[in-house]
């Protein structure tokens, strides 16, 4: 279930509407509080990315580097996840990665460096 809140400043639009991206941040309850989009803020679930063409226009998922890499990655199709938790991911291998090539979330590490332990591609 996905819930719009109203926002004072944004015109709100009823029906259907295109779009080529989406971003969406995922949270355990709706409060003020606990918004944070941290891997250390329990309420925070996860970020979806969708773009129609399969590529984010959001470097790190908008956030700083540091806590973007503690973020659990996965792609299934044209939707990037970034995780707060592992066990949400879909741990299945999505294609033949090797070692040593570019890791697949984005981080310019080496696979081997970077995401290997998490399993996730």
């Known amino acids: 279930m996905v819930k719009n809140v109203p926002a004072p400043t944004m015109r709100i639009k009823h029906g259907n509407m295109e779009a080529d991206s989406l971003y969406i941040n995922v949270y355990r309850e ?4 606990n918004k944070e989009l941290y891997s250390s803020n329990e309420n925070f679930v996860c970020l979806v990315d969708y773009n129609i063409d399969g590529v984010t226009t959001l470097k790190d998922g908008g ?4 806590y973007w890499r503690q973020l659990y990655h996965e792609q299934i199709g044209n939707v990037q996840f970034a995780w707060r ?3 949400y991911a879909v741990k299945k291998k999505l294609f033949n990665l090797g070692r040593n090539e570019p890791c697949p979330c984005g981080s310019g590490k080496k696979y081997k460096k970077c995401c290997i332990d998490k399993g996730l591609y």
């Open 85 to 87: 938790e592992g066990k």
């Open 30 to 33: 709706d409060a003020r509080k």
């Open 63 to 66: 956030l700083p580097v540091v």
